[in-house]
């Protein structure tokens, strides 16, 4: 769900990533984005390579509020190499899995040089909220 000019806009599509909204509106300036579905990883993959949009990897963003099941390798490294340089407010908010099970299934050194990464921006906040019943009964927040 999302909002232009205060209109409220849902859109049903579970592949749907903040890069598609980014290249629809390339001005855009503030982005909160809120899905219950993990980011494809495949569609992001190949960014770094894909020279036929470069507005894709230079962005007129500087806010970004994010919300979403878990952020995958790709999308973390996207995020890292080409969003977090030039925003100025950057909020995570990873739900349905906890801080433990997402280190364990990105790996801890890649997870430990995205979240450096995130000390370049001010304010930038990361959190993690694991579903209901999980074993561990408790948040963690950086």
């Known amino acids: 769900m ?3 000019n205060n209109e409220m806009l849902i859109l049903l599509d579970t592949e749907l990533t903040t890069l598609n909204i980014m290249n629809i509106c390339p001005h855009l300036i503030s982005l909160t984005y809120h899905s219950l579905y993990e ?5 992001v993959k ?13 962005s007129s963003l500087k806010e970004l509020k994010l919300s979403a099941p878990t952020i995958p390798y790709h999308y973390a490294t996207y995020l890292k190499d080409y969003l977090v340089p030039h925003v100025n407010v950057l909020k995570i908010n990873i739900n349905d899995i906890d801080v ?6 990105f ?16 304010p930038a906040s990361i959190c993690w ?6 074993d561990r009964d ?3 927040g950086i």
């Open 2 to 4: 999302g909002s232009i």
């Open 39 to 43: 980011f494809p990883d495949i569609s």
């Open 46 to 58: 190949d960014i770094p390579s894909d020279n036929t949009n470069p507005k894709r990897l230079d």
């Open 100 to 105: 433990f099970d997402w280190i364990e299934g």
């Open 107 to 122: 790996r801890l050194d890649n997870a430990v040089e995205f979240l450096r990464s995130l000390s370049q921006v001010k």
């Open 129 to 134: 909220e694991p579903y209901k019943h999980n």
């Open 138 to 140: 408790y948040q963690h």
